[in-house]
Structure formats: structure tokens, C-alpha cells
């Protein structure tokens, strides 16, 4: 069985034999939560590379003691995968950035598509937001990686043809394109962006915005675009080494 993990924000000088204090929401969740008591494992992570396991030592209502047994460093593979998903309606949001954290997405951008349901604005703008990168740290943990992906303000139209102007691949999702995914060429490094487009499509204007990339499609199946992403970003990691074996260092 895996041990669970918990995220700390930095581990950059802890060693073995050190002891690092869990505090916050973090150690209520092990503590009241998970029921960790004085003598089991498990690893910590600061979400930037860097894990340690240890033995907790104390447990108390809102902290936690953990002493260090073993350290290390995983170095960022390539290439890094951007995904830039229109805002989806209701609680898709959270699922797709989920499920793009669990696969691999390094770093996730909501968009305002001319056509999404959903609106970003003032407060809801400051706690949609909020929910999309707590989603993604509880994700990453569940999936037990080193780095965390980024969360990115919300984007407007213009913001991600900057994008896609400045990636070494421009990948737009859209159910009319002639050429696959599957006919892409992916670099060994470098920075690839995914833009999935609203329930209700990507419009002409965003399109001609984005000139110079060509949109791509999935298959002959039109999916929704809380799982369009995730499929799209499924199929282009399959073909880098992103899914070997991962690289550490001490």
C-alpha cells in the first residue's frame, strides 16, 4: 500500500534526520482525517521537485511532526504540457483539472472563450480560481507527483494566441479539423500548449485569432470539453518519455 502524501512549502534544506512541522489544513487532514498517529510513514512533498519519507513523531490537532528518513530530488522531465481549457459550466471545471493534473498537465490556464457558459468575474473570479488550484494540489498528491502543476489567472483570448505564438507546439481542439492529433510531431523538450475550446465550440473569431496554428480533432467523436483535454493530453504524452521511468537525484 502507498503511503500518503502530504504537501509542505519547502523542503529545499531539510535532510535526513531533521524533523519538519506539518501545519495548517494540511495536519488537520492527517491527523483528523486520515488518523495518522505517532510511529506511522509517509512522504511530503513541496510540490516543486523535492519529497522526503518519514515517521511522524507527534500528532496534535493542527500539527504534525515528522522526522526525515530519506530525501529526493526528481528532476522535470520534458516536454512541459500547458493546457488551456475554456471555463466548463457547473463542477466540470474541477473534473477536468483533476483528471489533467492526474495525467500530467504542468500547468493548467482557464480561459474565457467567447462562448463559455460559465463567467469569471469579481469574487466568483477570486474563488473559482481558488477551487481549480486547491483541485489540483489534491490531485497531485493523490497522484504522488513531485511537481505540482501551476494554476494560471484566468486568460482572455488574446493571452492564449500569445501562448500558442511563443510554444515550440500549438495543439487547438476543434471537431471540424482535417489533420489528427496522432499526425503531430512532438519534441523531446520543450513547451507544447493544448487549448480546449467551450461546450459550445471555438468561435471563427478565436480562430483567426489563433492564426497560424492548425486545429486538430480527437477522433470522429465529439467530446465534452471537461474530457476533450485529458484525452488529448493522454494520447500526446503516450508518445514522449514522460511516462517512463521517471528521473531522481539525491
Known sequence: MSLPVHWVPTLVDVRPGDTVEVTGDEAHHAVAVRRL??????????????????????????????????????????PWFTVVQALPKGERGELAVEVLTEVGADRIVPWAASRSVAVWRGERAVKSHAKWAATAREAAKQARRAWFPEVAPLASTSEVAALLAAADVAVVLHEEATATVAELELPAKGHVVVVVGPEGGISAEELETFAGVVPVRLGSEVLRTSTAGVVALGALMSRTSRWGAGTTAG
Do not use: I
Open 37 to 78: 498517529r505517532a510511529g506511522e510513514r509517509l512522504v511530503l512533498t513541496d510540490g516543486a521537485g523535492l519529497r522526503v519519507t518519514g515517521e511522524v513523531t507527534g500528532a496534535h490537532k493542527r500539527s504534525l511532526e515528522v522526522r526525515v528518513e530519506d530525501r529526493e530530488s526528481v528532476v522535470r522531465a520534458g
